[in-house]
């Protein structure tokens, strides 16, 4: 799941990695 958009731009860009290896 991609929830990062809610937390710093440092946990974005950890959550686009990881929808993008998923």
């Known amino acids: 799941m991609c929830v990062g958009h809610l937390s710093i731009r440092g946990l974005i860009r950890q959550c ?4 993008t290896l998923e």
């Open 16 to 19: 686009v990695a990881l929808c």
